[in-house]
């Protein structure tokens, strides 16, 4: 009976390194695959008999794998050229939902654009997220990323700031101009400049500065622009005129240097805007009239042509008019036991009752880690360790295979005896 038992024993010795052997191809298989978590297999021994009612007395019978745990060790963090290729550094998943199915849990970041505009993994999963309002504020819903048609609505520019350096060797022109397809004659101003400003549809309209001396510390500075709809027929249009006035020593003494004027952009059908015309730091010094610094805070309508994704999570559009839109938030989810997720295939989990319930947040918050864009988390097979654990598994399998058949030998004797 004793020797049946060494039998059955190194059969379950045969089972649980064969199958501790299948855990180990799977690592090594998976070596190169984004994302992906290494397991490793527990073994147990299986519950011993007892002889001749002692307790003192118990031979086991073998062994068992009691447990194919999941190792979530932190992945090497390697660079890419895709801007959606996300990696986690610290516990995190990432929340990726099937289109009228369950949501699933994932490290791996390989994320894309599909053809509806919605940011979906490898599996055509949309990745979800914290949505943004138009101003870039979390709403606090988590639903689905959608890029498709995002665009950056205009801004009517309401302040134009020029600071600039009027030539004090300048002589006193008189000003002279009447509305109509031509601009001012040079013989009426000493120095002018022109910048774009933005009506609240963000069509373009050059505003025009016109300089001219009158006395030896002051300068008018007259304000230019086309009032029409029409290229091929133009109607410029003085929109007014205010004083610059210097002390001796270069500076500026027009208190306060800004004066605000109204365009009509109603031919375009846009709104009338009220512009203010912000000189600070203007002055008048014995060199060349120069522009020193320009700019306005208007700008035209944008279509979107990059994403970008910080450490935060926040997914923003560059649009061609130079904004940057924050669009959405990426979440994070936390399981307090995350080695009892239920494998899913693809580099997906699931939910289990064991892993717990997941902890929603935002990177770098709650612990979920960190987000790191045009990166991707290597798989945290170590082959060098794998290899080992082979060997022993591959060699604990031989020494149960010997057990079997040094039994069967002992059997075999045993019958002979019978003969």
Do not use: C
């Not at 690592?27 to 994302?35: K, L, R, S, W």
């Not at 745990?69 to 610290?90: H, R, S, V, W, Y």
């Not at 030539?167 to 000003?175: F, H, I, L, M, P």
């Not at 979920?368 to 082979?390: K, Q």
Request: aromatic share 10%; no cysteine.
């Amino acid at each position: 009976m004793a020797m049946l038992t060494s039998l059955f024993s190194g059969i379950s010795g045969l089972n649980a390194n064969g199958l501790a052997l299948s855990v180990i191809g799977d690592n090594i298989a998976n070596a190169n695959t984004v994302g992906f978590k290494a397991s490793r297999a527990n073994f147990g021994d299986i519950l011993s008999q007892t002889l001749s009612g002692s307790s003192a007395m118990q031979v086991g019978r073998g062994t068992m794998i009691i447990d194919i745990q999941k190792m979530f060790t932190q992945g090497t963090l390697e660079t890419t050229a895709n801007p959606l290729d996300l990696a986690i550094e610290g516990d995190g998943f990432f929340v990726v939902k099937q289109v009228n199915g369950p949501t699933y849990y994932t490290r791996a970041g390989q994320f894309r654009l599909d053809k509806d505009g919605y940011v979906v993994d490898s599996n055509g999963y949309r990745l979800q997220a914290y949505l943004m309002d138009s101003t870039g504020n979390v709403t606090g819903g988590i639903g689905d990323v959608y890029l498709a048609g995002l665009m950056s609505d205009p801004t009517a520019t309401t302040e134009i700031k020029t600071q600039l350096n009027l030539d004090s060797r300048e002589a006193t022109k008189t000003w002279t101009f009447t509305a109509g397809s031509n601009l001012p004659s040079v013989d009426a101003y000493n120095y002018s400049t022109a910048i774009t400003v933005y009506d609240s549809l963000g069509n373009p309209h050059i505003v025009y500065s016109y300089f001219t001396k009158t006395d030896v510390n002051t300068w008018d500075a007259h304000v230019i622009y086309d009032t029409s709809n029409d290229p091929t027929n133009p109607n410029y249009t003085e929109v007014g005129s205010f004083n610059l006035t210097f002390d001796d020593t270069g500076k500026l003494t027009t208190d306060p240097p800004a004066t605000s004027f109204t365009f009509d952009f109603t031919p375009w059908g846009a709104q009338s805007s009220d512009i203010t015309l912000n000189f600070q730091d203007t002055t008048q010094y014995g060199s060349p009239n120069a522009v020193v610094f320009q700019t306005q805070n208007g700008y035209s309508s944008g279509n979107l042509i990059a994403v970008t994704v910080d450490q935060n999570g926040v997914i923003s559009g560059v649009f061609t008019n130079g904004q940057v839109k924050n669009v959405a938030q990426v979440v994070l989810a936390k399981f307090v036991a995350p080695h009892n997720l239920t494998k899913a295939g693809s580099n997906l989990y699931l939910e289990s009752y064991s892993s717990g319930s997941p902890t929603l947040g935002a990177p770098g918050t709650v612990g979920v880690g960190t987000i790191y864009a045009n990166s991707l988390e290597s798989s945290n097979v170590d082959l060098a360790e794998e290899f080992i654990r082979m060997i022993a598994a591959q060699r604990a399998y031989q020494a149960n295979v010997r057990v079997i058949t040094t039994t069967d030998n002992m059997l075999n004797e045993l019958m002979n005896i019978v003969r």
